[in-house]
């Protein structure tokens, strides 16, 4: 793979096309020891390429962690909405970026968003069980028996059963706020696990997957880099097997 300079400066020092070029007219750019001018052809892990003084060292992937929005949908491309690929800041744009699992529309909260295609198969792979915790305002009341029905597992209204879920009250007002953990992600699971026990979803935020939490810093629309020694948090899974469907 052959990539130009000002790309993969750009990509592997997370600068923008723009800084690049102002980097390359103050020449602080180094290629293969000599002043690079612009236009190079780079090939990864062959080329050394520095940026005052520092090589820059290219990173086969990129792991973001975006606080979804209400009113953004979980694809790379859609003709009529938002979609969580815009809103990733230029210098993280790279080809093949796609969100490893989807929210509903109007759900906000952690998505993860990735070119690493291996990665993404193990997080979403049944077989790992990642746990995806929300927080959900549910419209009335929380009851015992609501508990039950997530705790040994919903059966949905087309007869799906679902495997054994969390759930814990947070606030009981006019409606319940709760966190509720999954093992699974099916389509549209929270909410048509809440009409399954009577109830119906407000509002819904993912926040956490496996073990790392969204990371509160993040305003909504926002993202960052999910650091490496962060990364194997989320496959962290803590599902003991007596939890699993019974
Ligand atoms: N469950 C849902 O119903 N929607 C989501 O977006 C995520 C989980």
Redesign the pocket.
């Known amino acids: 793979m052959e990539l130009r300079l000002e790309k993969y400066c750009a990509q592997a020092a997370k600068l923008s096309r723009s800084q690049i070029k102002a980097a390359l007219r103050q020449k602080r750019i180094l290629f293969n020891g000599r002043l690079a001018k612009g236009g190079e052809k780079i090939i990864p892990g062959q080329d050394q390429v520095c940026l005052d003084g520092e090589e820059l060292v290219w990173q086969q992937h990129i792991y973001l962690m975006l606080n979804k929005p209400k009113g953004v949908v979980s694809a790379t491309r859609d003709s009529r909405e938002k979609t969580v690929l815009d809103l990733v800041p230029e210098k993280y744009q790279r080809p093949g970026l796609f969100p490893a699992g ?3 529309k ?2 906000t909260g952690f998505v993860l968003i990735t070119d690493d295609g291996e990665f993404a198969h193990r997080m979403l792979s049944p077989k790992h069980h990642v746990e ?1 915790a ?1 927080q959900a305002l549910l419209a009335g009341s929380f009851t015992g028996e609501m508990a039950r029905q997530f705790e040994t597992g919903c059966v949905l209204k087309d007869g799906y059963q679902c495997l054994p879920a969390q759930i814990r009250l947070l606030e009981q007002g006019e409606n319940a706020l709760v966190e509720i953990v ?1 093992r699974e ?1 099916k ?7 809440a009409a399954a026990c009577g109830s119906r ?1 407000l509002e ?1 935020k ?1 926040i956490r997957l496996g073990e790392l939490p969204l990371d509160p810093n993040l305003a909504p629309g926002e993202c960052r880099e999910i650091l490496h020694k962060e990364l194997h948090k989320i496959l962290t899974t803590s599902t003991p097997r007596d939890q699993e469907r019974p």
Request: aromatic share 10%; hydrophobic share 30%.
């Open positions: 989807r929210l509903d109007d759900t995806k929300y999954l992600g389509y549209h699971q929270i909410r048509r696990m979803v819904l993912r």
